[in-house]
């Protein structure tokens, strides 16, 4: 499954990760690979939860990035 991930910086340079798909699906780390690392864990846990209690589990999300010329 696809899950998009949104990566931001916070002012003290955490990088912050968050699926917006699944809520409060949130993790960190020090760098864009550490945080990427740690939101596939936490995306994991959080499917694996789903299906523990028998919730559905969101569909993938398909994306296309659209480069415009201005």
Do not use: W
Not at 10 to 17: K, L, S
């Amino acid at each position: 499954m696809k899950f998009r991930v949104i990566i931001t910086q916070d002012e003290d340079g955490v990088f912050i990760a968050e699926c917006p798909s699944l809520p409060g699906c949130i993790s960190q780390g020090k760098n864009r690979e550490e945080a990427l690392e740690n939101i596939n864990d936490a995306i994991k846990g959080y499917l694996e939860s789903l299906k523990k209690h028998n919730e559905p589990i969101p569909p993938s999300i398909y994306e296309e990035v659209i480069e415009v010329n201005i």
